[in-house]
């Protein structure tokens, strides 16, 4: 079935370092990825999303970048900070319904 | 203000018996998703509705119902409860049911099955 893999399940970055997260989907058919961020005992809130005739996409210190060939895409975070440590969450959706396939999360810590 | 809002917040209860999580919004939203999260697994999505009685499986159906009667509320009905569904529940919406929408979620329901 339709699976979105998600790396690396933790990661833990210093103050000020970039942090990058991986993901790859494996639906042709899926055409918009938005990626998620829940602190903790908190609900997921959109943080930035792509849809796949974008190659990339800039919101401040985040970015998205879209590999339709190859099916991956990717959250960087530059220049992270202590309030940037969540688990992100990175998902795929398609025109041929409205299911959404999720990754596994990745627990970001941010050490000051 | 814009919400959604889920009920209860924290539910222990035993095999067998019969519960329903509801689920609200006030933005006037037409689709409306249920999902499961578990450690290590991510959101996994139970049910989705792109509109009033109209409802579709996601990827972990078993064990569920949903119905849609009315725009705003999608309750989640666990008939006989089992242990495995022992999990974070939330509910989430998005405006005019088109795939490439940003979901809001609801607050979660923590469900115990003993």
């Known amino acids: 079935g339709e699976n979105v893999e998600q790396h690396p399940s933790t990661l833990s970055v210093q103050e000020g370092d970039s942090a990058v997260i991986k993901c790859t989907y494996s639906?042709?058919?899926?055409?918009?990825f938005p990626w998620y961020k829940q602190e903790l005992g908190k609900r997921p809130q959109l943080i930035i999303d792509?849809?796949?005739?974008?190659g990339e996409k800039k919101d401040q210190r985040i970015a998205v970048t879209l590999n339709k060939t190859a099916k991956h895409f990717s959250l960087h975070i530059t220049e992270t900070q202590p309030e940037d440590s969540a688990v992100y969450f990175c998902?795929?959706?398609?025109?041929?319904?409205?299911?959404?396939?999720f990754g596994a999360g990745t627990r970001l810590f941010v050490k000051a | 203000e814009a919400q959604v809002t889920q009920n209860p917040r924290y539910l222990i209860t035993v095999t067998g018996k019969k519960l329903t999580v509801t689920c609200s919004q006030n933005?006037?939203?037409?689709?409306m998703s249920w999902y499961r999260q578990d450690p290590g697994l991510g959101l996994r999505q139970i049910y989705y509705?792109?509109?009033?009685?109209?409802?579709d499986k996601g990827d972990v159906p078993e064990g569920y119902k949903v119905s849609r009667k009315e725009k705003r509320n999608f309750p989640l009905i666990l008939e006989s409860p089992s242990p495995n569904q022992t999990s974070l529940y939330f509910c989430?919406?998005?405006?005019?049911?088109?795939?490439?929408?940003?979901?809001?979620f609801g607050p979660g329901t923590r469900l115990t099955v003993l």
């Open positions: 989430a919406s998005s405006i005019q049911g088109r795939s490439y929408n940003e979901q809001f």
């Open positions: 639906d042709s058919a899926s055409n918009y």
């Open positions: 792509i849809r796949s005739n974008v």
């Open positions: 998902a795929a959706s398609g025109t041929g319904g409205f299911k959404t396939i």
């Open positions: 933005m006037n939203h037409e689709y």
């Open positions: 509705s792109m509109n009033v009685e109209v409802t």
